[in-house]
């Protein structure tokens, strides 16, 4: 038995059918805007990781209490090519 099938078979009444897509409709919708919003930011996304990486690379981070540890600037992440920043929205499926 698997427990990652959690689908039961049941039957849908014609209002839950109609109820159902207005909501799919209404999230893609959503969706659509939160994306839209986080691609514009892109630009600010970007001025707020190079802070956040000034920040570590001199001034450091707390590891324990007051201990700080600087962080190398060759140990910085780097975005991989041809990668965004994205909203993740569809996750959760065997399909994916």
């Known amino acids: 038995m698997s427990f990652k ?12 059918e ?3 897509e207005e909501e799919r409709v209404e999230q893609e919708a959503r969706f659509e805007r939160i994306a839209r919003e986080m691609q514009e930011l892109g630009p600010k996304r970007e001025q707020w990781y190079q802070e956040f990486f000034d920040r570590i690379t001199t001034l450091g981070f707390n590891q324990d ?10 140990d910085l992440p780097v975005q ?4 965004e920043d994205r909203v993740v929205w569809k996750y959760g499926h065997e399909e994916e």
């Open 5 to 16: 099938n959690l689908y039961i078979d049941h039957e849908k009444t014609p209002e839950v």
């Open 18 to 20: 109609t109820w159902i």
């Open 65 to 74: 209490g007051d201990d700080k540890v600087r962080i190398a600037p060759e």
């Open 80 to 83: 991989p090519a041809g990668r």
